[in-house]
């Protein structure tokens, strides 16, 4: 018979540890009689026996007997897939176990709409969870805001409606995001944390445009009708791909050429810092929305026709409202003129002539890599939004 001496620990200390230890090196139905100084040892050893099925003689010394209900409790459990290689359906009696971890028999299942491997994943998705992670920064530290500038008022005005502008839209992209997240079984776990930095990333650009739209004025500019209805059929959109593919691959393929546009020429040190650092984030939003739309399109050939088909219906929904305000066009000729000055407008105007062509051909290059020809792709990226987003 095996002896176990815990000396002076007690069972309500931690002695229950090695007692299962000790337990674990005898066969079932073998025994283990435990010694120690602690008074209370052969009251707390029959309660915790009892308790797992063991048996126990009250000694003294006490003696507890092996029996197999531990072991029972383990036989009936499930593997929640394989660690390494997410599979191509999770299931709900998994919940939300680490991948590949053993799952206890008798959980209740946990639904998650979105479960399965061809609709949500990318073999690209670690690499593209790490490079996401690595590429945070912090807004108090990463932006000089103490930078001196002096614009005319009218320059300012601009810069305000434009960041306003930029707030709602960012909002719509942190919502849209955050809201799949929660619908995405957690056996695809690199895809919820690509969506979580995802929404973190848009929770800094919304602060930094708002701090900039602050900065000299008491309060941002304008939201309009047409820019806000544009953004709802966003969040409307109830199929995890057809708004990846209308807000990453579209929206915010089209947000890249303005961010780029306002690095460019926007009129303040703090302007161009903010839009440099957002457009950077923005491409790693593009880029994943690219990646897991060519997986499952590979996967699902009537994806396309239904990527084309969400595309039409946005714009036979948009085609009575406004599209890209006259306020935001009006402010990015401005705030790229820099000044009332006939010749400086002009370059302005054409500055966002340019940033539409240079939008129009990022999204038909986008629609290729999706594996659209170049008509379709010029059709389609002639039906999305005017309000850019
Ligand atoms: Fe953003
Ligand atoms: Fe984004």
Redesign the pocket.
């Known amino acids: 018979m095996k002896t176990l001496d815990l000396g002076g620990l007690g069972l309500d200390r931690g002695g229950h540890l090695l007692v299962r230890r000790a337990l674990a090196e005898v066969d079932v139905g073998g025994r283990v009689q435990v010694e120690g100084a602690d008074p209370a040892l052969g009251v707390h050893l029959r309660a915790w026996a009892r308790g797992r099925g063991h048996g126990f003689e009250p000694g003294p010394p006490p003696i507890v007997i092996r029996t197999s209900l531990e072991d029972q409790r383990w036989s009936g459990a499930v593997a929640a897939g394989d660690a390494a290689r997410p599979s191509e359906r999770a299931s709900a009696s998994w919940g939300l176990a680490a991948r590949g971890a053993r799952v206890e028999a008798g959980l209740a299942p946990l639904e998650f709409p979105l479960a399965t491997r061809d609709q949500i994943w990318t073999d690209d998705a670690a690499r593209l969870y790490a490079r996401a992670a690595a590429a945070q920064w912090d807004p108090e530290t990463a932006i000089d805001w103490g930078a001196p500038f002096e614009l005319p008022d009218a320059v300012e005005t601009a810069v305000v409606q434009v960041m306003t502008y930029l707030i709602e839209n960012?909002v719509a992209?942190l919502i849209v995001p955050a809201r799949f997240l929660a619908r995405i079984h957690p056996h695809f776990r690199e895809i919820l944390q690509i969506l979580a930095v995802q929404a973190a990333?848009?929770a800094r650009?919304i602060e930094v445009f708002t701090r900039r739209a602050l900065l000299k004025r008491p309060a941002p500019g304008l939201s309009t009708v047409g820019g806000q209805t544009s953004l709802r059929t966003l969040l409307e959109e109830p199929d995890f791909a057809l708004a990846s593919f209308l807000l990453s691959v579209l929206g915010e393929g089209s947000f890249l050429s303005l961010l780029w546009f306002l690095a460019e020429h926007g009129p303040d040190p703090i302007t161009r810092q903010i839009t440099t650092l957002?457009a950077q984030?923005?491409a790693r939003h593009v880029a994943f929305g690219l990646s897991h739309l060519q997986h499952h399109a590979e996967r699902e050939p009537g994806l396309r026709a239904r990527m084309a088909n969400a595309v039409e219906q946005r714009f036979a929904a948009l085609q009575h409202t406004a599209g890209l305000n006259e306020e935001v066009f009006d402010a990015l000729v401005l705030l790229a003129a820099g000044s009332w000055e006939p010749g400086a407008i002009a370059r302005g105007f054409d500055a966002v002539v340019a940033l539409r062509q240079d939008m129009d051909r990022g999204r038909r290059t986008r629609l290729a890599r999706l594996g659209f020809d170049a008509e379709e792709a010029e059709r389609l990226s002639s039906l999305h939004t005017r309000n850019f987003m």
């Open positions: 960012e992209a990333d848009e650009h957002a984030d923005e």
